[in-house]
T-cell receptor, first 117, second 111 residues
């Protein structure tokens, strides 16, 4: 099946620093990738939709200048949390949608746990 | 509208019993639905999907039922095993291919 990886799997950083999270589709091309945030015991909340070669589309309430998304190739999207603060501590998960035919299935990465001190 | 994060409801079953997890979706125009399983500290794992032109679909030990009249989705797991313990989310595919997730149900399987 389709495999999506994320790096790093966990990160601890100081308040005010920036953190970059990578999402890669390993065995398929993904024109579209999605970034989600999940707090403990809660559901996944979509942050933004990342399209290769164009600007990301952010969900209402998500600051685009704080959560920078770059979709540089058909297999890589990055999320940078700029000037991170403790309230940004969360589980960040990406997903990728295969490019072939009419497939709508999203395959999820293993997630990145961010802790901001 | 978007699903709002709430504390997870839980379902506790005995090993070997059947489990039924329910989900209500919000958009009557949604035409594709997916069930995901999420283990602690991991990303969601695809279980089974169903399109709106069907009302039932079966996989290995799992069955998804769709009732469009009342906008209800259910996941049935046969002969539940300890390895099935996880949080289960339903998701509906909205316009533009965005997934809207339900609040999730935590399944606990007692040996």
């Amino acid at each position: 099946g389709a495999v999506v990886s994320q790096h790093p799997s966990w990160v601890i950083c100081k308040s005010g620093t920036s953190v970059k999270i990578e999402c890669r589709s390993l065995d398929f091309q993904a024109t579209t990738m999605f970034w989600y945030r999940q707090f403990p015991k809660q559901s996944l909340m979509l942050m933004a939709t990342s399209n290769e070669g164009s600007k990301a589309t952010y969900e209402q309430g998500v600051e685009k200048d704080k959560f920078l998304i770059n979709h540089a190739s058909l297999t890589l999207s990055t999320l940078t949390v700029t000037s991170a603060h403790p309230e940004d501590s969360s589980f960040y998960i990406c997903s990728a949608r295969a490019d072939s035919g009419s497939s709508e299935t999203q395959y999820f990465g293993p997630g990145t746990r961010l802790l901001v001190l | 509208g978007e699903s709002v994060g709430l504390h997870l409801p839980t379902l506790s079953v005995q090993e070997g019993d059947n489990s039924i997890i329910n989900c209500a979706y919000s958009n009557s125009a949604s035409d594709y639905f997916i069930w995901y399983k999420q283990e602690s500290g991991k990303g969601p794992q695809f279980i089974i999907d169903i399109r709106s032109n069907m009302d039932k679909r079966q996989g290995q030990r799992v069955t998804v039922l769709l009732n469009k009249t009342v906008k209800h989705l259910s996941l049935q797991i046969a002969a539940t095993q300890p390895g099935d313990s996880a949080v289960y989310f339903c998701a509906e595919n909205s316009r533009g291919g965005k997934l809207i997730f339900g609040q999730g149900t935590e399944l606990s399987v007692k040996p």
